[in-house]
Nanobody, 132 residues
């Protein structure tokens, strides 16, 4: 059973900050499992495709969408049970539903969007609204 629960969404002014959290309880936390997992944040704005915002893999490699580089920061706790997304210098175009996900793929290089979609576990999402 894999469960992901996001929190921390809400409203912010342009230039403001929000921190999203994602609590996970998944197979990867079973010490008998050796498979590495990647974790990530995605968002979907109205009328737009879902996009990957930031992701981190089992080797701690990190990727960011160009649109958030220098403003957002992804991190996780040592036990890999909680994923965070620190969002600074928010813009109205950051308004979207934000989802966390994890996938039993150890490296981001092989975690394509199709892999996330097909094999990933997803939370219900948390809304972020940035006003100008």
């Amino acid at each position: 059973q894999v469960q992901l629960v996001e929190s921390g969404g809400g409203s912010a002014q342009t230039g403001g900050s929000l921190t999203l959290s994602c609590a996970t309880a998944s197979l990867k936390h079973d010490t008998t499992k050796t498979m590495g997992w990647s974790m990530g944040w995605f968002r979907r704005a109205p009328g737009k495709e879902r996009e990957k915002v930031a992701a981190i893999d089992s080797l701690a490699a990190i990727e960011y969408a160009d649109s958030v580089k220098g403003r957002f920061s992804i991190s996780r706790d040592a036990a890999q049970t909680t994923l965070f997304l620190q969002m600074n210098s928010l813009k109205p175009e950051d308004t979207a539903m934000y989802y966390c996900a994890e996938v039993p793929v150890p490296e981001l290089g092989i975690a394509t969007m199709d892999v996330w979609t097909t094999f990933g576990y997803w939370g219900q999402g948390t809304q972020v609204t940035v006003s100008s």
